[in-house]
């Protein structure tokens, strides 16, 4: 559905007054290659200002890249832009496509004649959609006055009413509370894996990751670092697991052999420990009485700040993609 080969995207930045100032290149996409096939949920993670937006925007043929080969459904973006958008559907959590003077229905209607989605498949739609995200309390409001939530929910109708094969998500539940972030997310799940929609979903918010994608791939500083599953970069990369344990008496010799000890305050002490929990367990307690003993698994979260703040997959991929092979012209 996607193949991206050697992505590239620099911007020209000016800098000093407009007269006598100068140019400087900023690389906001170096070297990236990634293939989605149709029907997975990919996420697409980094810290701010790696070049996720960039990415995006070259797949929406909103930009034209600088170099690399890019199809998205068997055409490139920027240059067979019409057919192109036909196909696909687009959310930003930041911004709405809905006329924000004009009640829901209406802006559902008008996107109806942009996409020209025959009568029938719009109702049909409309109806299904008005079902799952629960519309129809707010059908008649005028985008301006909805609820972010009501208005994430309106927008991702919107997004899907001409049948796309691909959905954009950008930050799709930002601002959101639980609850409404998990109708969404629902919602998501549900249109993957009823209708095959293809989804690439940039976001800050891990539990959207979490809950919907089985792939994620991490960008940073214009490089791609990380591609595969969620479980394989936890299991290689998370922080080792914790036993925390409460003795019955206080220890003068905390230290257990095999379990590095962390940290000891009043009864409780704190090991780490890879692998499996029950041969730490029964060290522990064959060491002193215990009164309780709990796993801490590491959040990831904490693996993602940590890949991001020590660049520990600097390198990684770049190894295998990059390798030295000359920039072309965009095709
Ligand atoms: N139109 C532009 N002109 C100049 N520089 C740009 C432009 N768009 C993006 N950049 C720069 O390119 C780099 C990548 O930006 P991009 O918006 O793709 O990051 P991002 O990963 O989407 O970040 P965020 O999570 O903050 O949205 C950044 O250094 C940014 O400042």
Redesign the pocket.
């Known amino acids: 559905m996607i193949e991206v080969r050697h992505l590239q995207k620099t911007?020209?930045?000016r800098q000093g007054g407009l007269l006598r100032g100068t140019f400087s290149v900023?690389?906001?996409?170096r070297d990236v290659s990634f293939q989605v096939g149709a029907g997975e949920i990919v996420g697409y993670l980094?810290?701010?200002?790696?070049?996720?937006?960039?990415?995006?925007?070259v797949l929406t043929g909103l930009l034209v890249p600088d170099g690399g080969h890019v199809r998205v459904g068997g055409l490139i973006p920027w240059r067979e832009r019409r057919k192109h958008v036909a196909r696909l559907g687009a959310v930003f959590g930041q911004r709405t496509t809905l006329w924000w003077d004009l009640p829901v229905r209406d802006s559902l209607d008008l996107l109806r004649h942009v996409y020209r989605v025959p009568e029938g498949r719009f109702r049909e739609n409309l109806q299904t959609f008005t079902d799952l995200l629960d519309l129809g309390p707010f059908l008649g409001t005028p985008a301006r006055a909805l609820s972010l939530g009501q208005r994430m929910r309106a927008d991702l109708a919107a997004a899907l009413l001409h049948d796309p094969e691909l959905l954009f998500l950008d930050e799709p539940t930002v601002g959101l509370d639980v609850v409404a972030k998990e109708r969404i997310r629902e919602f998501v799940r549900h249109i993957n894996a009823k209708r095959g929609v293809t989804v690439l979903l940039?976001t800050?918010d891990l539990g959207d990751v979490q809950r919907l994608a089985q792939r994620v791939m991490i960008?940073d500083q214009?490089s791609l670092l990380y591609d595969g599953d969620l479980a394989r970069l936890q299991a290689r990369y998370g922080s080792a697991r914790e036993l925390v344990v409460d003795f019955e008496t206080p220890q003068q010799q905390a230290q257990v052999p095999g379990l590095e000890l962390l940290e000891v305050t009043g009864l409780r002490a704190r090991y780490a420990f890879t692998g499996g929990a029950a041969v730490p367990i029964a060290r522990v307690t064959a060491h002193a009485p215990v009164r309780d003993i709990t796993v801490r698994e590491p959040d990831i979260e904490a693996t993602i700040r940590r890949i991001y703040e020590g660049g520990l997959l600097r390198g990684v991929l770049n190894e295998e993609h990059a390798s030295g092979i000359p920039a072309v012209p965009a095709t």
């Open positions: 911007f020209r930045v900023r690389e906001a996409v980094g810290p701010n200002g790696a070049g996720k937006s960039t990415t995006i925007k940039t800050h960008i214009g």
